[in-house]
């Protein structure tokens, strides 16, 4: 006997519409307040008036209040002062720490490590990226003094900020098993110190930064076209850009909105004696670990971009770049600048930079 | 050892080294006396007190130019100052070892905000110190080493705030005996010797009629 | 060895804060600390219950899992314990533990946390049983002396009651079985026998019949 298969189903068209209607159907019943149960005849039910108490037992207090004004119980009372006092159980408590055990410590584990390895492995197989050998011998001003070391500030201290947070997190871990708990008791206590005294150091930085940069990265025309060509990273030329290009500028506002997260939820944590409960307190660690990692990667790539790109560390260390490399990656801001006349010779930089004497220049001119 | 060697020998060492090292070098400048001026005089002697106070405000020209680092220095040094004399653990530290007496303590969070004062007013100088074709060109080796001990020094201090860890402390007491011994011998000089060479610049150039 | 655990019977309790009192005092608790506290929920309704809760000395414990410097450990007591010297007061312990038994003085007005406290049911530390080291950080150590934790000692109606896990259940089973037999007698519902009724009228039927 041959075995024959069934015809293959397919559901149609109509049937879809099927589908979909009884799917909504269910959905407006499912909403539909339950008839109401008639309170004439006796119910064979009988409620244990422990459960309801019981069940209050494990609510939090803002519920406990609210349910208490509309006379369901009475007040939950302790006369012991304090936050919190009064919650009898915190059970977001559980919740916070399978965050932080079964997601945070392995997830952020996993995804700053993948992201290190793969730019160490991009950095090893492409290199330093040469956009244009060209040495034109021109310089262009692009970072005055206070940007670059408000750079280089903001920078210190996120990295430190990095590495004493880190600390704590994965401390237990890695760091016990090597040197022991007393000696990583000593390191941890410091990571938490350090990291709440630079914290607000954090947010001044971050606001310096916003008032000296703002309006050059508000979006301006062509942007898209960048974006969309991601920055000439899908071949041909670089596209135009003015004197940040899109991908600055989303890592600008990124910084300065998740910046500005991580410091307002550090702030909830650093400050215990606000009257702050528990559940704020697990809610903005919640913020500050997740903006925490997010920054932490995306500054792994902005440090790798700015070692492999040749060129754009000269901005940021001496605040000139080459003419070619302005042009390459901030065509628009090297025609304007050029237009402008602010073009200069590497020996007008060089006086600038004090070798005056070394290229000739007249000590009276050089300032010594 | 370590720990016994930083807490007393070495301490009393750098301590004496300082007071000594520095005191002889304050006395061979002052010393080495004035220079005498063949100019006529114009004005009456007594322009140095009020050049001592002047120079704590920028000239008018460079107000604008000096605005950030005028600000970062003002935190920095003001917050160094509240720091080294007045934190608790300083002055329970120093009425033991150095004074005898004690005299009253900031409370912590006025610390707290010293020590931010500080710490944030260092590194943005230390940092423009490198960053600023000027002052990096009138900067010597030793400019950048004293400033970046300071930094080392208030930051170990900074770990060790919360006073639970005696390694902790022990560190911040051993960059702090380093930095008394390099002192006398860096710019850092400049702590003690402002006054005179405020008053110098003054008086010279006051007899000179010249106003700065 | 035994599994050291406190019990608190909702029925017995009458909110006096003895345990409380009893607790700061041996154990000359830091400033702003209570170790033991008494909530009452429907507090003046009827149904009124009071509980003490202080440390539950858990034995999968959430504080010791959340730990970054792993300060804490448990006695062959069952007792959960920490180490003041290694702890590093980030108060993680405290967003973890539901029962709010981790505390921490706040020093100065920046209110930054010193170490933390917390119950030890009497069982001092990891310094020298009954060494003034022991005493200054954690306060007294009545196990080591064959004592049960004080405020379960002074409990006097008896409803706070701290030992071994298999005796206080024992007790307990003991006062459920009697108070049912009680309620039956004065013929009133089953279920009522461990819970006064919700506010629906004079309560006399269960106020009599429930002890
Ligand atoms: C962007 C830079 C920052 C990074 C990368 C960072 C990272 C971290 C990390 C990884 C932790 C440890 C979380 C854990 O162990 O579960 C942490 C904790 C914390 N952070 Fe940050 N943080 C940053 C900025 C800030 C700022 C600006 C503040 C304060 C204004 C702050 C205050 C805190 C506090 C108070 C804690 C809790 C640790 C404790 O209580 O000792 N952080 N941070
Ligand atoms: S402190 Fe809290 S979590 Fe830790 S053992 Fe006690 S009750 Fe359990
Ligand atoms: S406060 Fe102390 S005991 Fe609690 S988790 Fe932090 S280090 Fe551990």
């Not at chain 2, 400048?29 to 006529?40: M, T, Y």
């Not at chain 2, 002055?91 to 610390?111: D, K, N, Y």
């Not at chain 2, 201090?157 to 860890?165: D, E, M, N, Q």
Request: with cysteine; proline share 5%; charged share 20%.
């Amino acid at each position: 006997m041959s075995f024959r298969p069934p015809p293959c189903r397919r559901v149609t068209r109509s049937g879809w519409i099927c589908w979909v209607l009884l799917a909504g159907l269910a959905l407006l019943v499912a909403d539909l307040p339950a008839a109401a149960p008639s309170h004439d005849k006796p119910s064979a039910k009988v409620d244990d008036p422990g459960t309801d108490l019981w069940r209050f037992v494990r609510r939090r207090a803002p519920e406990l209040r609210s349910l208490a004004e509309k006379g369901a119980i009475g007040p939950v009372t302790t006369q012991v002062k304090g936050v919190d006092t009064s919650v009898l159980i915190n059970d977001k408590g559980q919740e916070w720490r399978l965050y932080r055990h079964r997601m945070l410590i392995p997830i952020s584990a996993i995804v700053l490590g993948t992201v290190a390895v793969l730019l160490l492995l991009l950095y090893l197989a492409v290199g330093r990226r040469v956009p244009d050998p060209r040495e034109t011998g021109k310089r262009l001003l692009r970072f005055v003094a206070y940007e670059r070391t408000l750079h280089w500030f903001m920078a210190a201290i996120f990295l430190f900020l990095g590495v004493t947070g880190l600390t704590i997190l994965y401390g237990r871990p890695l760091l016990i098993p090597l040197v022991g708990k007393e000696s990583f008791s000593a390191m941890a206590s410091a990571s938490k110190e350090g990291h709440n005294l630079f914290g607000p150091l954090f947010l001044v930085s971050l606001l310096l930064f916003l008032q000296r940069f703002w309006r050059r990265n508000l979006y301006s025309r062509g942007d898209l076209r960048w974006l969309i060509r991601l920055g000439g990273l899908l071949g041909g030329d670089s596209p135009p850009a003015g004197f940040f290009n899109m991908g600055e500028k989303m890592l600008f506002w990124l910084l300065i909105a998740v910046g500005l997260l991580i410091c307002a939820s550090g702030l909830v944590l650093l400050f215990p004696n606000f009257g702050q409960g528990r559940l704020l307190m697990e809610g903005a660690h919640l913020i500050h670990t997740l903006g925490a990692v997010l920054l932490l990667a995306t500054i792994m790539a902005h440090i790798y971009m700015g070692i492999a790109t040749k060129g754009a560390m000269d901005g940021m260390k001496g605040g000139y770049v080459e003419y070619s490399w302005a042009r390459h990656h901030h065509r628009e801001w090297a025609d304007e600048e050029e237009k402008k006349g602010r073009v200069l010779s590497e020996e007008e930089v060089r006086r600038r930079f004090g070798e005056a004497r070394k290229i000739g220049v007249p000590e009276r001119e050089a300032g010594t | 050892m370590i720990a016994q060697l930083i807490d007393g020998p070495l301490w009393l060492f750098s301590a004496w080294f300082f007071l000594v090292v520095a005191l002889w070098r304050l006395l061979v400048i002052l010393f080495k006396g004035r220079p005498k001026s063949l100019a006529k005089p114009r004005n009456a002697p007594g322009g140095a007190l009020a050049t001592i106070f002047r120079r704590f405000l920028p000239y008018p020209e460079f107000r604008k130019v000096s605005r950030v680092r005028f600000w970062a220095g003002y935190a920095f040094h003001v917050g160094l100052l509240a720091l080294l004399f007045f934190a608790a653990p300083h002055v329970e530290f120093l009425s033991q070892r150095v004074t005898g007496f004690s005299w009253p303590a900031l409370p912590h969070w006025a610390f707290e905000v010293a020590a931010e004062l500080a710490l944030g007013g260092l590194l943005f100088l230390a940092l423009f110190r490198l960053m600023d074709p000027v002052t990096r060109f009138i900067s010597s080796t030793g400019d950048h080493l004293a400033s970046w001990l300071v930094f080392l020094v208030m930051l170990t201090g900074c770990f060790a705030l919360w006073r639970s860890h005696e390694s902790l402390r022990l560190l911040h007491l051993f960059l702090a005996e380093l930095l008394l011994i390099y002192f006398p011998f860096s710019s850092l000089m400049h702590a003690l010797t402002f006054p005179f060479s405020r008053g110098f610049t003054g008086a010279v150039y006051h007899r000179k009629g010249v106003n700065i | 060895m035994a599994r050291m655990k406190f019990y608190c019977d909702a029925a017995r309790c009458i909110e006096c804060n003895g345990c409380v009192t009893a607790c700061k005092n041996e154990n000359e608790v830091p400033w702003g600390i209570n170790r033991r506290r008494v909530v009452t929920i429907k507090d003046g309704v009827h149904g009124e219950r009071s509980l003490s809760v202080a440390c539950m000395h858990c034995s999968d414990a959430p504080c010791a899992a959340v730990c970054p410097v792993d300060c804490f450990y448990t006695t062959d007591d069952g007792v959960v314990l920490h180490d003041k010297d290694i702890c590093i007061g980030c108060g993680y312990c405290f967003y973890a533990c539901p029962f709010g038994a981790p505390q921490f003085p706040q020093d100065g007005a920046f209110g930054t946390r010193g170490k933390m406290d917390k119950c030890t049911f009497c069982a001092g530390g990891p310094e020298p049983d009954g060494s003034a080291e022991e005493y200054r950080k954690y306060g007294s150590n009545r196990l080591a002396e064959g004592k049960l934790p004080l405020c379960a000692e002074m409990c006097a109606t008896k409803a706070l009651l701290a030992g071994d896990a298999g005796v206080i259940s024992d007790i307990y089973r003991k006062r459920v079985v009697n108070r049912a037999a009680a309620s039956l007698e004065w013929g009133a519902r089953l279920q009522r026998a461990n819970f006064r009724a919700p506010d629906s009228g004079t309560g006399t039927e269960t106020r009599k019949g429930h002890r």
